[in-house]
Every structure is written in structure tokens, then in C-alpha cells.
């Protein structure tokens, strides 16, 4: 999988469909490496405001996570993950860029 990671990735999330498979292409997670990009990748998609092409990618890679995640007996991790973004208050979720 193609990747890069450049401060203006880090800082904002492409909003093209080519833009977003260059972090991460969506294609079944077979790595413990790929899986915890993929996972940091999620994370940064959740608190965040996002664009359509950007929600279907983040459902997508999501959904892969979820795969690797079941396969691999990490559902437990994924659930504290998403019960503690669910508890962030607005005020300290990151600004639109």
C-alpha cells in the first residue's frame, strides 16, 4: 500500500478519493503494520467534519479495520477507542481546516 506522510497529511486529509488511497489503499488489511495505520488513519477521520468522498473512504477503511479486527480478536481496543471519541465534548474536537 502507498503511503506518505507529510506535515500537510498530517495537518489536513486529502479530499479526493486518489488523495485518500494514497494514505491507505482500501484493500483487505493482512498486516499488523497496515492494520495500525489503518487504525491511526480511522482516528483521525473520527474528529474530524467530513466531506462526502471522505465519509465513504472513512466507512470503507473502517470497515477493513473492523475485518482485521474480528479475524484478530481486537474488537475490545476498537471499542475503548470509539467510547472515548464518542466522550469528547465539541469544544476539544479539532477545527475544520
Not at 52 to 71: G, K
Request: glycine share 2%.
Amino acid at each position: 500500500m502507498p503511503r506518505t506522510s507529510t506535515a500537510s497529511q498530517i495537518r489536513k486529509l486529502p479530499d479526493t478519493i486518489s488523495g485518500l488511497w494514497a494514505l491507505c489503499a482500501l484493500t483487505p488489511i493482512r498486516s499488523r503494520a497496515v492494520y495500525e495505520e489503518a487504525a491511526s488513519l480511522c482516528n483521525r477521520f473520527a474528529v474530524r467534519r467530513l466531506n462526502t468522498v471522505q465519509r465513504e473512504y472513512f466507512r470503507e477503511l473502517l470497515e477493513l479495520v473492523e475485518d482485521y479486527e474480528t479475524e484478530h480478536g481486537d474488537e475490545a481496543k476498537t471499542l475503548r477507542e470509539l467510547k472515548r471519541l464518542v466522550a469528547m465534548t465539541p469544544s476539544r474536537l479539532p477545527r475544520k481546516e
